[in-house]
Nanobody, 125 residues
Framework: QVQLVESGGGLVQAGGSLRLSCAAS????????MGWFRQAPGKEREFVAA????????YYADSVKGRFTISRDNAKNTVYLQMNSLKPEDTAVYYC??????????????????WGQGTQVTVSS
């Protein structure tokens, strides 16, 4: 069973930066597509970013493109989300997720098999 543990969330002022980490254990991390999603109060969970297993391809939601960067270190079984120029609308619980069998899509919640418990990111104006 794969376990994912996020860290790095917190309170930051608008324009600031945070770096989220997600440590994986119990599976073959290097073979998974890894994604970050977020969920704000009263809203559905939404896609933020994804990275293929070889780190060669990354994907972003339009709302974060140019501000957020996803990366992974397969030797450390860890995926990161560097978040710059944060806005109040980025406030949410951020989840990392692992997709064992990449089917050609990466932005749907249903594609992912394992989820972390989430880490809160709050951006004040």
């Amino acid at each position: 069973q794969v376990q994912l543990v996020e860290s790095g969330g917190g309170l930051v002022q608008a324009g600031g930066s945070l770096r989220l980490s997600c440590a994986a254990s119990g599976g073959t991390f290097s073979s998974y597509v890894m994604g970050w999603f977020r969920q704000a109060p009263g809203k559905e969970r939404e896609f933020v970013a994804a990275i293929k297993r070889n780190s060669g391809s990354t994907y972003y939601a339009d709302s974060v493109k140019g501000r957020f960067t996803i990366s992974r270190d397969n030797a450390k079984n860890t995926v990161y989300l560097q978040m710059n120029s944060l806005k109040p609308e980025d406030t949410a619980v951020y989840y990392c997720a692992a997709d064992r069998y990449y089917s050609g899509s990466y932005s749907y919640v249903r594609e992912y098999d394992y989820w972390g418990q989430g880490t809160q990111v709050t951006v004040s104006s």
